[in-house]
């Protein structure tokens, strides 16, 4: 009998920054986070204008307000649609006639990444709880879990009703299993008034104007969530507690004892051990459960993946060691790049094996344990040196995105701690000082981590809430490397300072 997976989400804010991490059976198999305010966050709708065309690349560069110009292709045509089982009626492709100076509508589907601009579509989608409406891509597609052949035919028919040119499309979304055709009905006429809003806001728009905002993190958690066995959703923050609250309460699919606030005085990402399984996830070195480990390497162009035994010394037979290592390394590999959020090409030079059954057996694992990532992969023939490649589709930013940056010492050679992360950790060990009973916490940081903190305000929320009766000294030091600080407890209000010193207001 299969062992069900217990599924728990982690969801907080804190220092600017919202946090969403999905543990399986122990293990953390997603994290995310995303800035707050969100600013050029996927999803996003755009007034554009083109501000040239490359005709020999087939490509365009749409001014939309953001730091770069944002990259369209000439044939992409839909939003992305082959992750869905359907069909797409035959369209013009309306992105060749653009010229310099056309004003343009478009989505952004990947954010900017090193010195590459966000990536855009004039394909449009409106994700709802049951649907997502396409205004401008004729295709009509169901989701995969959804196997019933019965109920796939049933609502296909339904939504194909609702359809009112040849243009627009549907897809049909998991949870849609449990609405009734009503139901479906009104979800798709209310978003469809969301596409006529778009368009009417972008008629006086000036260039560059966000038209349409996709939901945040943790509500995209919620609603992405509907339909799976979610075993609990642990929530670190009151506000955002009492807004997921009220949106569970709105549109059902998950149960409110399922909702948990966390309480404790700590960090609760700490607490439930997940800070250190997201610093992993910055290490080149993956060790695997049975002695062997994983080497992941970024680069430019693709992410390489090399499998190696270490201490794994199998059975007296070779091949069959080789072929039970690189079985275990396949279903790592599949979560770390889920893990990781890695986008783009990733090679994986497996360990040689000499049996063709077993390179297909290999291959076939991987394949199933990537098909339980959200995000589309496809996986190509392993050939005869052992070596895969897949694709993985970007979407968000990479975990190493928060938590490093290049090093400015040696000319990006190599990576030191990202600010907001050495932030949040700060932030967590003022939670440790004070859970251990200390009224006053003095911490010696790096003074351009203390500048950024007290202008961008990024431990605000905690200084109005949780501290508001407490107090919180930061003694700037030029010397301190921006990842190193210490924090000490005190019982006085106010403690011998030097005049440097700034408190937190």
């Given amino acids: 009998m299969k062992k069900e997976t217990k599924k728990e989400w982690f969801l907080d804010r804190y220092c600017g920054q919202q946090f969403a ?13 995303e800035k707050e305010p969100r600013v050029a966050c996927v999803g996003n709708i755009y007034k554009g204008k083109v501000a040239n065309v490359l005709s020999g690349m087939k490509a365009a560069f749409i001014q939309c307000g953001l730091q770069k110009n944002c990259y369209l292709s000439m044939d992409d045509l839909y939003a992305d649609c082959t992750k869905y089982d359907g069909t797409m009626s035959a369209m013009s492709n309306k992105n060749a006639n653009l010229k310099e100076g056309d004003e343009v509508i478009v989505q952004l589907t990947q954010p900017a990444r090193g010195n590459k601009g966000a990536k855009v579509t004039m394909g449009l989608s409106f994700v709802g709880k049951h649907l997502i409406y396409l205004p401008n891509t004729s295709f009509l597609g169901i989701s995969r879990k959804i196997t019933d052949e019965s109920e796939r035919e049933k609502l296909l028919a339904t939504v194909d009703k609702m359809r009112e040119v040849q243009e627009e499309g549907f897809i049909v979304r998991t949870q849609a ?14 978003l469809k008034k969301l596409y006529l809003s778009t368009l009417e806001k972008a008629k006086d728009a000036p260039i560059g104007s966000v038209l349409y905002e996709d939901e945040d993190l943790p509500v995209r958690v919620i609603r ?26 709105l549109q059902g699919g998950i149960s409110e004892k399922k909702l948990i606030k966390y309480n404790g005085n700590r960090s609760m990402m700490k607490e439930y051990g997940i800070t250190p399984l997201v610093y992993d996830a910055a290490r080149p070195t993956v060790p695997l459960e049975n002695g062997g480990y994983l080497v992941i390497e970024h680069t430019e162009a693709m992410t390489v993946v090399d499998v190696n035994t270490g201490s794994f010394i199998g059975n007296d037979n070779l091949e069959e060691t080789v072929f039970e290592m690189n079985l275990v390394a396949a279903r790592e590999i599949a ?49 005869e040196l052992c070596i895969t490649t897949f694709t993985r589709k970007r979407v968000g930013n990479d975990v190493l995105s928060y938590l490093v940056k290049p090093c400015a010492s040696c000319g990006g050679m190599g990576h030191v701690h990202e600010d907001i992360y050495v932030i949040t950790r700060l932030r967590s060990a003022l939670l440790d000082c004070f859970a251990e009973g200390y009224t006053t916490a003095i911490a010696d940081v790096n003074i351009q981590i203390m500048k950024k903190i007290l202008s961008e305000g990024l431990m605000s929320i905690e200084a109005k809430g949780r501290w508001k009766d407490k107090r919180i000294y930061f003694i700037p030091h030029k010397t301190y490397k921006e990842d190193y600080f210490t924090v000490r407890g005190e019982n006085v209000l106010e403690p011998t300072l030097p005049d440097n010193a700034q408190p937190l207001r």
């Fill in 21 to 33: 991490a999905l543990v399986e059976n122990g293990k953390l198999t997603e994290f995310s986070s």
């Fill in 177 to 190: 299993l449990f609405a009734t055709p009503k139901q479906l009905k009104a979800e798709a006429v209310y």
């Fill in 335 to 383: 979560r770390q790049v889920r893990l990781r959020n890695i986008g783009g090409i990733i090679t994986v030079d497996f360990i040689d094996m000499t049996e063709e059954n077993h390179r297909l057996a290999v291959t076939e694992e991987l394949q199933s344990r990537l098909a339980l990532d959200n995000t589309k992969c496809n996986v190509l023939p392993m050939n």
């Fill in 224 to 249: 992405d969530s509907l339909g799976e066995s979610i075993t609990a959703i642990h929530v670190g923050d009151e506000e955002l507690y009492q807004r997921l609250l009220s949106l569970i309460r």
